[in-house]
């Protein structure tokens, strides 16, 4: 007699996380009802229909991901349209926006898959609520724009890189065992590197990570990392079927970062600095001050899973500062979720510490203050608006 499988129960570290998602998804919903479609999206999208009908665009040299992307929900309105005005796309940004949505769901789920997978369920409603409650991810997951996939794409390439590797300590075939893994590698790859050429340098720290998690097995790491970039060039390829001189001329660009390195003054960089994360994560950028000095004093916070996201995101940082010409704001965006790993790895281990109770108390208090900070933003903008 066959024994039914029963239903795994719904635990209440689900239900916080679906409330944080929720929260994220209101606020992302409250922001695209609130704010019009701007020129610089209807820019996005004609670009896009262009794109999406075979005809040639002018200013093809840039990433082909987010104009596609954009004139996706509304290529084929535009095509038995006879008005494709900024207040025609403004009716339909709904369909514009969506996924762009769904792209900032996506990551705030694989932040939080990952920071659990790391650090624990403390970890993982750190890292998820951070996010939830950041004004910059709420904005750029509303507005049809690359940060968001770009972002997304960031984070696949470096996490899905280090998860693949670890695979690899089972003695099975490369690709075949791969091929799903492979494949999520080549999607991560088309995502970052579509929506900013000069994010093509993260399969440098790809390919370190995962030498470094399987020395034994290194050929076959590489033979990974290899095959996922081979597909992600036959993905954008295909996107710059109208143009492929285009393709290379970008790829180019990226690897020389446009030109020559402007090294900013020191007081010009942390400004430059403060503003721009205050914007985005306020409070990944209070608490990171903590984090790295604890990560700095501390031995136990200095393992692989938190040393790996700040390495990372020291990485784009100084790529967003010294080559501000190559896509300053999409490639420091980009460094956001790496900051908020960073920063919820740190704390997760110091809620398991002897510092638990003022570690909670900080942790508590910056969120909620964000939480509120990012929830009067929004009033502010539906009170402009209406």
């Known amino acids: 007699m066959s024994q039914e499988k029963t239903p795994k129960p719904v635990r209440s570290h689900h239900l916080i996380a679906l409330a944080l998602v929720l929260a994220f998804v209101a606020q992302c919903c409250w922001f695209v009802y609130a704010v019009p479609l701007t020129q610089l999206e209807a820019e996005q999208v004609l670009r896009g229909v262009e794109r999406w009908h075979l005809h040639p665009v002018a200013e093809a040299a840039q990433p082909p991901l987010t104009a596609l992307v954009a004139a996706a ?127 093509v340098w993260l399969l440098l720290p790809a390919a370190a990570f995962m030498l470094w998690a399987v020395p034994h097995r290194r050929i076959a790491a590489m033979v990974i990392l290899c095959a996922g970039a081979v597909l992600a060039s036959v993905a954008l390829a295909v996107c710059e079927l109208d143009n ?99 920063v919820a790895g740190v704390f997760a281990d110091l809620i398991e510490s002897r510092w638990q109770a003022p570690a909670l108390v900080v942790v508590f208090a910056v969120i909620a203050a964000q939480a509120a900070y990012s929830v009067s933003g929004l009033m502010r903008v539906f009170n402009r608006n209406f």
């Open 73 to 199: 929900g509304v290529s084929v309105l535009a095509r038995h349209s006879q008005a494709t005005d900024l207040f025609w796309l403004d009716q339909h940004r709904w369909f514009i926006r969506a996924p762009f949505l769904l792209a900032g769901l996506c990551l705030a789920l694989s932040l939080y898959y990952v920071a659990r997978r790391l650090y624990g369920g403390a970890g993982g409603f750190v890292a998820l609520a951070l996010f939830a409650f950041s004004p910059g991810m709420v904005a750029r997951s509303s507005l049809a724009g690359g940060q968001i996939f770009a972002a997304w794409g960031a984070f696949g390439v470096v996490f899905t890189a280090i998860a693949t590797a670890h695979t690899l300590y089972a003695p099975r075939e490369v690709i075949l065992w791969n091929w799903k893994r492979i494949g999520l590698l080549a999607v991560a790859i088309t995502f970052a590197v579509g929506s900013s050429w000069p994010l």
């Open 244 to 342: 492929l001189a285009a393709l290379t001329l970008g790829v180019i660009r990226a690897f020389g970062m446009g030109g020559g390195a402007q090294l900013p003054r020191a007081v010009v960089l942390g400004r430059m600095l403060f503003f721009f994360f205050a914007d985005a994560a306020p409070g990944a950028l209070l608490l990171s001050g903590v984090a790295l000095a604890a990560w700095c004093a501390w031995r136990r916070v200095r393992f692989f899973g938190n040393t790996a996201p700040l390495i990372v995101f020291i990485l784009l940082v100084a790529m967003g500062l010294f080559f501000p010409q190559s896509g300053a704001s999409t490639v420091l965006f980009a460094s956001v979720p790496f900051l908020l790993l960073f």
